[in-house]
Nanobody, 117 residues
Framework: QVRLVESGGGLVQPGGSLRLSCAAS????????MSWYRQAPGQGRELVAQ???????NYADSVKDRFTISRDNAKNTLYLQMNSLKPGDTATYYC???????????WGQGTQVTVSS
């Protein structure tokens, strides 16, 4: 069983920044890719950003040029740097990993991000 622990959420004003972290309980060598998803009230869960083992990244159009995903393989930790935050970014953010060799998915418990003045 893989455990993912997210942190870094909170309340921030529009235009502000937050950095989310996700610590995984397994070695990065056993992870294929890591992602951040988010879910706003009454909406489905959407992919925000993804990073592969080789460092390739993919972003939702709505966050390009504002969010940056990164991973520290030595610490088995995933990050999401969020800048220029907008009220529309308000959601619960979830960490997700796909493990090797079966590509099984695991989810964190979520961390709340609220952007409001």
């Amino acid at each position: 069983q893989v455990r993912l622990v997210e942190s870094g959420g909170g309340l921030v004003q529009p235009g502000g920044s937050l950095r989310l972290s996700c610590a995984a309980s397994i070695s990065s060598a056993n992870i294929n890719d890591m992602s951040w998803y988010r879910q706003a009230p009454g909406q489905g869960r959407e992919l925000v950003a993804q990073i592969t083992t080789s460092g390739l990244t993919n972003y939702a159009d709505s966050v390009k040029d504002r969010f940056t995903i990164s991973r520290d393989n030595a610490k088995n930790t995933l990050y999401l740097q969020m800048n220029s935050l907008k009220p529309g970014d308000t959601a619960t953010y979830y960490c997700n990993v796909r493990t090797l060799p079966t590509f099984q998915r695991y989810w964190g418990q979520g961390t709340q991000v609220t952007v409001s003045s």
